[in-house]
Antibody
């Protein structure tokens, strides 16, 4: 059974940093692109970033370029999102998804940026 | 800035048929945008329904179908069930990056 479990969310002050993790199981992690998608409270989905199977290609939405870094550890079956210089508008539930088309999703982790 | 546009809301009667569309600010949507469709119910994570324009996921009910229609990606629900009431999102590919539409709230009434 495919499982994706996000962790690392929480309350952080503007300008702060947070690292999100996504633990994957039930499939060959190293064979899939992986994605991060977020959803602000009461708003729609926003694609954030994705990373190729071997980590050699990464893409980001313009609003997070230079602040967020997506990475992965195929030996640990884990996906990460390092978030720096956080802003209030980054407040959202962050989901990890399998593949560029995100066929499977985790349950999400809430990030709140507030003073 | 690329914008993907969906109908904000639609209403359909049980047993009816409804088509949701997904337009790109860059022009006509083609198969090269690899349109995906997702369903989200309140308090739940999104669920993938359609990929690459018209391919169903293994769990996607037969009443859901994807297509290209008049320069847009489209999701058609035929024989709508009460449990289809949800928010629906399309996702388009732009050469590396992806962009979600704003979502369509589908009401079954």
């Amino acid at each position: 059974e495919v499982q994706l479990v996000e962790s690392g969310g929480g309350l952080v002050q503007p300008g702060g940093s947070l690292r999100l993790s996504c633990a994957a199981s039930g499939f060959t992690f190293s064979s899939y692109w992986m994605s991060w998608v977020r959803q602000a409270p009461g708003k729609g989905l926003e694609w954030v970033a994705n990373i190729k199977e071997d980590g050699s290609e990464k893409y980001y939405v313009d609003s997070v370029k230079g602040r967020f870094t997506i990475s992965r550890d195929n030996a640990e079956n884990s996906l990460y999102l390092q978030m720096n210089s956080l802003r209030a508008e980054d407040t959202a539930v962050y989901y990890c998804g399998r593949g560029r088309g995100a066929d499977y999703w985790g349950q999400g982790t809430l990030v709140t940026v507030s003073s | 800035q690329t914008v993907v546009t969906q109908e904000p809301s639609l209403t359909v009667s049980p047993g009816g048929t409804v088509t949701l569309t997904c337009a790109s600010s860059t022009g006509a949507v083609t198969s090269g945008y690899y349109p995906n469709w997702f369903q989200q119910k309140p308090g739940q994570a999104p669920r993938a329904l359609i990929y690459n324009t018209n391919n169903k996921r293994s769990w996607t009910p037969a009443r859901f179908s994807g297509s290209l229609l008049g320069g847009k990606a489209a999701l058609t629900l035929s024989g709508v069930q009460p449990e289809d009431e949800a928010e629906y999102y399309c996702l388009l590919y732009y050469g590396g990056a992806w962009v979600f539409g704003g979502g369509t709230k589908l009401t079954v009434l």
